[in-house]
């Protein structure tokens, strides 16, 4: 099994045979909330660990590489855009394209890829684990359990805002989508 910071990416699970296919993506700081979240309907997960700057999204779904990457990126923006609506916590992922660790498989074999592009220099540190065996996860579930909404990216987005207009102009799109669904046309 790939982890990083004691959170698995992907692998080959012994206990029930199963195949299990990931990606991990660089968040713009350190997770303050440990959270899994399932998504039943695609057999995945989305899973965030206090003190570590990724985001996991995981799955048992026979996905070729490119879908991992779609799904993945897709339901970790919803995981990121209700912890910004329910929980205050504003974090966004960094550099997708360029910057990810990702278990998929190819002509019946696990692949482990490591894309990181850097200018000039690299910072930080990583640190990637392959074990075997699981080991036990503390999580906290999300609280809120709502379904998520367009508005939840928009607001997110005007929290993460440098720029002022940008912020006012994302804040009003979530706003008028909100109302958009709780008021419907004529």
């Known amino acids: 099994m790939v982890s990083v910071n004691d959170i698995k990416i992907g692998g080959y699970n012994v206990h029930d045979n199963t195949v299990i296919l990931g990606i991990a993506f660089w968040l713009n700081e350190k997770s303050d909330i440990s959270l899994i979240e399932e998504f039943h309907d695609i057999n995945a997960a989305i899973e965030l660990k206090s003190g570590s700057k990724y985001i996991i999204f995981r799955t048992t779904e026979q996905l070729e590489k490119n879908e991992i ?3 993945g990126f897709r339901l970790a923006n919803i995981v990121l855009d209700k912890l910004s609506v329910f929980e205050n916590m504003n974090y966004k992922i960094n550099n997708s394209m360029n910057e990810r660790m990702m278990v998929y498989q190819e002509n019946s074999k696990l692949v482990f890829h490591y894309n990181m592009v850097t200018v000039l220099s690299l910072r930080g540190s990583t640190s990637i684990n392959l074990v075997d065996k699981n080991e036990k996860d503390f ?3 999300l609280s809120q359990q709502s379904e998520w909404n367009t508005a939840f990216r928009y607001y997110r987005m005007s929290r993460l805002s ?3 207009y940008e912020a006012y102009r994302n804040l ?3 706003f008028e989508n909100i ?3 709780i008021s419907k046309k004529d």
Do not use: A, H, P, V
């Open 162 to 164: 440098k720029d002022r």
């Open 172 to 174: 009003y799109l979530s």
């Open 179 to 181: 109302l958009s669904t």
């Open 69 to 71: 990457l779609e799904q």
């Open 139 to 141: 999580i906290k579930e």
